[in-house]
């Protein structure tokens, strides 16, 4: 087996209307239509899918320390303007930690306690899908 590819990545959330405030409006990613009789919503980012699978029961884990960002289950998007993150976070009441390894990185959490990594990339990188860390 050969994988060529990360296609989506499924994150629980536990009020659908809450989280789509928080990843369209704060974090400002592109909703794409969906066909499916579940409550959810899918973010397109590039070649990559975040979908968000509403359970109105689900609780993120309590073990989620930002302290120890890098170490936790964690979603990393890449960004071009790590300041201009960091502000329309904290207008927005999030919580934000910068990364404790000292790169151009932080870390936040969606409102239901998932983590989320905002890593500063070179843009000129971005037609080759891979991106350097600055």
Same mark, same amino acid.
């Not at 499916?36 to 509403?54: C, S």
């Not at 934000?96 to 890593?119: C, H, W, Y």
């Given at each position: ?6 296609? #989506? ?5 536990? /009020? ?16 794409? /239509?969906? /066909? ?14 975040? #979908?968000?699978? &509403? ?18 289950? #964690? ?5 071009? /303007?790590? &300041? ?39 843009? &000129?990188? &971005? ?8």
């Amino acid at each position: 087996m050969k994988v060529v590819s990360c296609l #989506h990545a499924a994150v629980m959330v536990s /009020d659908l209307d809450r989280s789509i405030e928080f990843y369209t409006g704060t974090l400002g990613l592109a909703q794409v /239509d969906r /066909d499916l009789n579940y409550p959810g919503a899918w973010y397109q980012i590039g070649d990559f899918q975040i #979908h968000l699978i &509403e359970n109105a029961n689900y609780q993120a884990s309590d073990g989620i320390d930002l302290t120890v960002s890098t170490r936790n289950p #964690h979603i990393a998007l890449g960004i071009q /303007d790590l &300041e201009q993150a960091q502000q329309r976070l904290l207008a927005a009441n999030c919580v934000v930690k910068m990364s404790n390894s000292g790169r151009a990185a932080l870390f936040t959490q969606d409102p239901d306690g998932n983590a989320i990594e905002l890593t500063l990339v070179d843009p &000129e990188r &971005e037609s080759t899908k891979k991106f350097d860390i600055i």
